[in-house]
């Protein structure tokens, strides 16, 4: 019977060293792929507390304070054109020049006198929608909110007028502009009635997610 060798030994390691590269690397290409990384989900839109207009709530712009004063000889209306706006400079007086486009209508304006600053959620319909207990404050705060404001032109915002979702919606981006109502009114506790969140509902349902 013939001794092992050191050769021997040497082909039984090498043959061990092969035989085990080759399971690992089996092993690793049956190893299943890492899922790719998702998008975390867009959250979901607050829901809006259904209850009927408030038609008998007391409306008078004078009631909601706006445009307060910043400083430096700006106020809010000025802010927001500095905002929304391109090109931005600003001149004595807090004098803004610019351009913009009006989202309720994509027209291009380069004249911020041409420009009304809505709220994405009338004044008269937040007197409507459960403010009737407010206080003159909390009608301040709201009336100039940067995140209720919006520069439009003045045509696009007279046709909107005080309506709400189920009357009246822009021509451009009526995705952008659904959520940024019900958010509004999320934010201030502020009730829809149902052929509003049923208006809401439909464009919504188009959206993306």
Request: charged letters at 30%.
């Amino acid at each position: 019977m013939r001794t092992a060798t050191r050769d021997d030994h040497g082909v039984k390691i090498r043959a061990l060293v092969l035989a085990l590269a080759a399971a690992f690397t089996l092993t690793a290409c049956e190893l299943p792929e890492a899922p790719a990384e998702t998008p975390a989900p867009q959250g979901e839109l607050p829901q809006l507390r259904e209850a009927p207009e408030d038609t008998g709530a007391r409306y008078d712009r004078d009631d909601w304070p706006h445009w307060d004063y910043l400083g430096d000889g700006c106020d809010v209306r000025d802010q927001i054109l500095q905002d929304q706006g391109r090109s931005i400079r600003v001149g004595d007086n807090c004098k803004v020049t610019g351009e913009w486009t009006s989202v309720y209508d994509g027209e291009i304006v380069t004249d911020a006198g041409d420009l009304d600053i809505d709220h994405i959620v009338p004044l008269a319909e937040v007197a409507r929608s459960g403010s009737r207990d407010w206080t003159e404050a909390e009608r301040e705060a709201y009336a100039n909110d940067p995140e209720v404001l919006v520069a439009v032109t003045a045509s696009s915002n007279r046709q909107k007028g005080d309506q709400d979702p189920a009357t009246w919606l822009p021509e451009q981006d009526r995705c952008g502009y659904v959520t940024r109502w019900v958010q509004a009114k999320a934010k201030y506790d502020l009730t829809a009635d149902q052929a509003e969140l049923e208006a809401i509902n439909a464009v919504l349902r188009h959206c993306p997610r």
